[in-house]
């Protein structure tokens, strides 16, 4: 599969390991406290000096506890030192009592580490409608070390229903300094564009404009943690946070400084690699689908488009069994609400071309269907109508999906 920066990977290093401790500065560990039975459930980010910091947010009308908790911590200052965050319990839907827990849980790490409160965020996942344990709670943050970290913990203490951990670092170059990006992210299902139940963390070392910062995340979200889509379902609970704690030494960035184009690929590079791992770690999926969408009018309609065939149930479970059927596909393009010439359309599936101007074309069932059995699968669809481009991520639907998502609770 291609990437919409393959092409620029020259400029930016991927470290083999690493992920949100791997900047200067940032520290990241995880341990277990009592929500989950025995796996981490209580994870922490923190920085040796304030971060500027920007957030993107669930656009769920009944946004959790925690979210509104964070919200105000950046609103003062635009800057935090330490997040905290929980799974096992979303603290969402829960009334006065859980935003008041969500304040606590802030008052008392912020008092443990000895920073200034509103240098505090809180995050939590999990099941919807239940307060947090808060004496659980309480003894976990107390079990805190600065001393004692381990950002592979903070990695599992995040975790949901996902199988694997989804971490990723980066290195570039900005006025002959090393500025290192990295990030870590939970999801894996109830996840659908414009946030989802997942959580993404990402730190750099770099000294960046806040304003700038904020600019630059919502921008690169709106083309990588907003292009994903496992069942269509978006969550309470879910944000996208940035630091960036100037540890690198590097002259500030803003929009006018030459390196801003640089520095923005590597948000986007950590980003949409995130964003990739959480699309093949869906809840019970085989395969992780990308779907491609090019001459279209606008770049607006292209992901409209992208989104509708990623997210088609009937287009996952037909990718589930391996089987060919474009009209799914068209279909999906048709419904996205997004005006195009059907005479037009070209869909392949990999190099296997399956329509042309809007109709079928003999090819090879046996080819397609080997092709749709691997683990990776591009649907390409070229409207040749303009210069529009979007690329979207799923997964399969399998049967697993609703065996997990029937006893989630129980």
């Not at 923190?46 to 920007?54: F, H, L, W």
């Not at 030459?258 to 923005?264: A, M």
């Not at 279909?331 to 392949?348: H, L, N, R």
Request: charged letters at 20%; one cysteine or more.
């Amino acid at each position: 599969m291609t990437s919409m920066i393959d092409q620029e990977k020259a400029s930016i290093q991927v470290l083999s390991e690493g992920g949100v401790a791997q900047p200067k500065g940032f520290k990241a560990g995880g341990l277990h406290c009592g929500i989950k039975y025995k796996r981490p459930d209580l994870g922490w980010i923190y920085s040796e000096v304030p971060a500027a910091a920007a957030a993107v947010y669930t656009t769920n009308q009944f946004q959790a506890a925690p979210l509104i908790v964070s919200q105000e911590s950046i609103a003062v200052e635009q800057k935090l030192q330490l997040v905290l965050c929980n799974s096992g319990i979303a603290n969402a839907c829960t009334g006065e009592e859980g935003l008041e827990n969500a304040y606590a849980s802030r008052k008392m790490v912020a008092q443990h580490l000895e920073i200034p409160e509103h240098y505090a965020a809180v995050v939590s996942t999990g099941v919807i409608g239940d307060q947090l344990p808060m004496e659980k709670i309480s003894q976990g943050i107390e079990q805190i070390a600065l001393t004692d970290h381990e950002e592979s913990q903070f990695e599992k203490a995040i975790l949901t229903t996902d199988t694997v951990t989804k971490h990723v670092a980066v290195q570039i170059e900005i006025d002959g300094k090393t500025v290192t990006i990295g990030g870590a992210a939970k999801g894996s299902g109830m996840v659908h564009p414009n946030m989802a139940t997942m959580l993404g963390f990402i730190t750099t070392d770099a000294n960046v404009v806040q304003e700038d910062l904020l600019q630059a995340l919502k921008e690169v979200t709106n083309k990588t943690f907003n292009m994903i889509t496992i069942d269509g379902d978006t969550s309470t609970n879910d944000m996208v946070l940035v630091m960036a704690n100037g540890m690198a030494e590097n002259k500030p960035l803003s929009k006018s400084h030459s390196d801003w184009p640089l520095f923005v690929k590597g948000l986007a590079y950590v980003s949409q690699t995130l964003s990739k791992m959480i699309a093949r770690d869906g809840e019970g999926a085989t395969k992780l689908v990308e779907v491609k969408v090019t001459g279209a009018k606008n770049d607006q309609a292209a992901q409209a488009i992208s989104k509708a065939i990623v997210g088609s149930s009937l287009v996952k479970t037909a990718i589930y069994g391996a089987d060919p059927n474009w009209g799914r596909i068209v279909c999906a393009v048709g419904y996205s609400g997004q005006p195009i010439d059907t005479e037009k359309i070209k869909v392949a599936l990999g190099s296997i071309t399956i329509v042309e101007n809007g109709l079928p074309v003999p090819f090879s069932e046996e080819e397609a269907t080997d092709y749709l059995k691997q683990e990776e699968i591009e649907i390409v669809v070229d409207l040749n109508e303009g210069d529009g481009k979007a690329i979207a991520w799923g997964c399969d639907l399998s049967y697993d999906y609703v065996k997990i998502n029937a006893s989630y609770r129980t």
